[in-house]
Nanobody, 116 residues
């Protein structure tokens, strides 16, 4: 069982930056691939970024490539999403995801609002 708690969301002007954190419980955190997804009002949840269990591989949606960076600290059971050059279209609830084979867990989400 893994519990995920996101933090770091908030209101920021376009062009600004935020860093999201996702703290995980459980001793097996380092075994899980981790990801960030987001859901804007009236839209489906979409993939943002993912990182392998070791941190050696990262993946990004085209819409955030070059602006967002995912990283993890397995010693702290935490995954991060550094978001730079934010745009109003990045406004959404951001969710942390942990996956290992068919098993996955989700956090409750943190709101990110980017004003123009």
């Amino acid at each position: 069982q893994v519990q995920l708690v996101e933090s770091g969301g908030g209101l920021v002007q376009a062009g600004g930056s935020l860093r999201l954190s996702c703290a995980a419980s459980g001793r097996t955190f380092s075994s899980y691939a981790m990801g960030w997804f987001r859901q804007a009002p009236g839209k489906e949840r979409e993939f943002v970024a993912a990182i392998s269990w070791s941190g050696g591989s990262t993946y990004y949606a085209d819409s955030v490539k070059g602006r967002f960076t995912i990283s993890r600290d397995n010693a702290k059971n935490t995954v991060y999403l550094q978001m730079n050059s934010l745009k109003p279209e990045d406004t959404a609830v951001y969710y942390c995801n942990a996956g290992l084979g068919p098993v996955e867990y989700w956090g409750q989400g943190t709101q990110v609002t980017v004003s123009s």
